[in-house]
């Protein structure tokens, strides 16, 4: 079983950073897929990013490829997202995961979710 807890979130103007954190418990977060995702009101969950067990392998949504980074911590059973060049379309809740299934972009097929944190992005 892992428990995850985002946070880092806030409000931000167009053109800034954030940086997210999801720590997880449990042993098990080194077998882990990790992925971020992200919601805004009135749609449906967006995938952003996710990385593999070692960090080795990463894959990005084209709309944030360039500008988030995603990077991982196993001895801390951590996993970060840095988000610059926000822009007012990045706000969202947004949501980190656990699959053991790989590389996927399918919220379904990810087991363990964090509560969420709120990114607002000003204009």
């Known amino acids: 079983q892992v428990q995850l807890v985002e946070s880092g979130g806030g409000l931000v103007q167009a053109g800034g950073s954030l940086r997210l954190s999801c720590a997880a418990s449990?042993?098990?977060?080194?077998?882990?897929?990790m992925g971020w995702f992200r919601q805004a009101p009135g749609k449906e969950r967006e995938f952003v990013v996710v990385?593999?067990?070692?960090?080795?392998?990463?894959y990005y949504a084209d709309s944030v490829k360039g500008r988030f980074t995603i990077s991982r911590d196993n001895a801390k059973n951590t996993v970060y997202l840095q988000m610059n060049s926000l822009k007012p379309e990045d706000t969202a809740v947004y949501y980190c995961a656990a699959t053991p299934s790989g590389i996927v972009v399918l919220p379904t097929l990810y087991r363990h979710w964090g509560q969420g944190t709120q990114v607002t992005v000003s204009s």
């Open positions: 990385i593999n067990w070692r960090g080795e392998n990463t």
């Open positions: 449990g042993r098990t977060f080194s077998s882990y897929v």
